[in-house]
């Protein structure tokens, strides 16, 4: 049962009624009360009245029967305090629901999440994580409840680097393989021939050439390189605990025979200007810091095709041929210009129809103690494998086990991404990250761990909630704040929504444990309390799965 939604239901009819229009109650949880409305202050300005006077008008008007019992506060509030027989009744049937009150949507949508987009012959550094873990939790949310997620891998497999990396490959001969599992110090290597050798540029030029003609060699060779680079990925995913698979490699090359075709049709709408050689689309609404209409390079003055070109195409694909309703593109805020210009475009071409959203899910940098982009004490990116060793390392100080401070580590890097707004940058602090106590991965895995001690302990026992104690009430009405956390995930795809609500459930489970004894409470309320502990166990659970970080049992 999804309260705040219920509470304004009730309200709107009588705000309505003292408006003469239509009025959103602005119902959100409450320190003074369990819930608070504050509509009635705007309201009052605008109809010149007394918000006070206004607010027990509302209270007077609205049915509230069984539900709450309400009161003027303050300048002109409307306190909220659900009636206990509810908040039960309502908490019982959560608990008795597999979904945690959670319904499956009943207006299913195929949902592309693009995200991750890592580059081929390179490694994966910390500048991917955010993608990649933002990304997995919005997946995760939007599949459990009940959209069909497409993942899509957008990986950069194609393009100019890859004649330089294919001449290595065949310099370095039956080696080349086992070298280019090292993607970093192969990268590097091909980097270097290519600074220090004319020659070698020379048939790396060539060697584009060919693989863009398709030539059955060069084809092989890269597929190579791109072979390679998987294994590396999906190995990488899989300790990260992340969801993308083989099956969502959807690279840069797999688009290479749809973008002919993309330049047709555009040109054919009249969405194509030629500029200096290249033909460029001039999107309305954004210009340059001249003033000067911005171009959107379609086709380059050389003939070759650039991001443009391949994002335009992919969202087409995406629309058309598998059918999606809701694009999300998960990508970092500096790409904001771009998107909403292939956005515009692709409006423009009737490739986002009514019903068809595009939407970029922009997030901040990761900052080191300095305050600027997160660098290795040398100035260059930091290998996420590094980053995750490093973390594992700290965990281990307060895990049992090897696996144990895997689930740990691991799972701090990832709470600390996901639990700030995503469009903030934030600072990357081991300590903040590792600790006990705040809003921390750790901190939410070792709730759940020491809720599974007191159940293990429990033994056997029938679920039933009734209160004895205020720490009951709040953390019943915490449990039923999972179900809109949830959906707002979906809505406003913030997963930070779903951290902060776990934490506050973490933070009312801990008062909880130390005003209510659990194991020692005589029967009756041992059960209750027992069933308390059951059911935010289970939502911490889901909750931090959703988020894709793991829960053992012990810490």
Not at 97 to 121: C, E, F, H
Not at 421 to 440: H, I, K, P, Q
Request: proline fraction near 4%; charge should be negative; charged fraction near 25%.
């Amino acid at each position: 049962m999804n309260l705040e939604a219920l509470l304004s239901a009730r309200l709107a009819p009588a705000f309505a009624q003292v408006a003469q229009a239509a009025v959103d109650p602005a119902v959100r949880r409450s320190q003074h009360a369990d819930f608070q409305s504050g509509a009635a202050l705007p309201l009052a300005r605008r109809l010149d009245r007394s918000p006070r006077d206004l607010a027990a008008d509302v209270i007077a008007r609205a049915d509230l029967t069984g539900i709450a019992t309400a009161e003027v506060s303050g300048p002109g509030f409307v306190n909220l305090t659900v009636a206990d027989e509810l908040v039960t009744s309502a908490v019982n049937d959560v608990a008795a629901d597999a979904r945690l009150g959670v319904a499956r949507t009943a207006q299913p949508q195929t949902v592309v999440v693009d995200y991750s987009a890592s580059n081929i012959a390179k490694e994966l550094t910390v500048g991917h994580l955010r993608s990649t873990v933002i990304g997995d939790a919005l997946a995760r949310t939007l599949e459990w409840l009940g959209h069909d997620v497409v993942r899509a891998n957008h990986v950069g497999d194609w393009g100019t680097a890859f004649g330089m990396l294919i001449e290595h490959l065949v310099d370095v001969g039956a080696t080349g393989v086992s070298q280019a599992a090292d993607l970093t110090a192969f990268y590097q290597a091909a980097r270097a021939e290519f600074d220090a050798s004319e020659e070698f540029r020379t048939r790396a030029r060539l060697r584009v050439v060919r693989l863009q003609a398709g030539d059955e060699e060069t084809l092989r060779l890269w597929r190579t390189l791109v072979t390679e680079s998987q294994k590396y990925l999906l190995e990488a995913y899989e300790r990260l605990g992340v969801t993308l698979t083989e099956a969502d490699f959807a690279g840069e090359s797999s688009y290479q025979g749809m973008l002919a075709s993309v330049v047709e049709e555009l040109d054919a709408k009249g969405l194509l200007t030629e500029s200096d050689g290249a033909l460029c689309a001039f999107p309305a609404g954004f210009t340059g810091r001249d003033g000067a209409p911005l171009p959107l390079i379609v086709r380059k003055s050389d003939g070759g095709f650039g991001y443009a070109a391949t994002d335009l195409a992919a969202l087409r694909h995406r629309v058309r041929d598998l059918g999606a309703t809701r694009l999300l593109y998960v990508v970092g805020a500096p790409q904001r210009t771009h998107f909403r210009m292939v956005y515009a475009v692709a409006a423009e071409a009737g490739w986002l129809p009514d019903g068809v959203t595009a939407e970029h899910v922009a997030f901040g940098s990761i900052l080191g103690s300095d305050g600027k982009m997160f660098r290795s004490r040398t100035g260059d990116s930091v290998k996420l494998s590094e980053v995750l060793d490093e973390a594992v390392a700290r965990a281990a100080e307060l895990a049992p086990s090897p696996e144990i401070a895997a689930a740990v580590g691991v799972g701090a890097i990832k709470y600390a991404d996901l639990a700030g707004d995503r469009m903030s940058d934030y600072v990357f602090d081991w300590d903040r990250m590792l600790a006990l106590t705040g809003n921390t991965g750790p901190y939410l895995q070792y709730a759940y761990a020491r809720i599974r001690s007191i159940l293990d302990r429990a033994g056997e026992f029938r679920p039933s909630v009734r209160f004895t104690h205020p720490a009951e009430r709040a953390l019943a009405l915490e449990l039923l704040a999972f179900e809109p956390a949830v959906e707002s995930v979906a809505a406003t795809l913030e997963p930070h929504r779903l951290a902060g609500h776990l934490y506050g459930l973490a933070s009312l489970y801990s008062t909880f444990y130390e005003q209510c004894p659990v194991l020692k409470a005589p029967d009756g309320v041992r059960e209750s309390r027992l069933s308390l502990c059951l059911l935010t166990g289970r939502t911490l659970r889901r909750g931090l799965d959703l988020l894709g970080i793991a829960t053992p049992a012990e810490l």
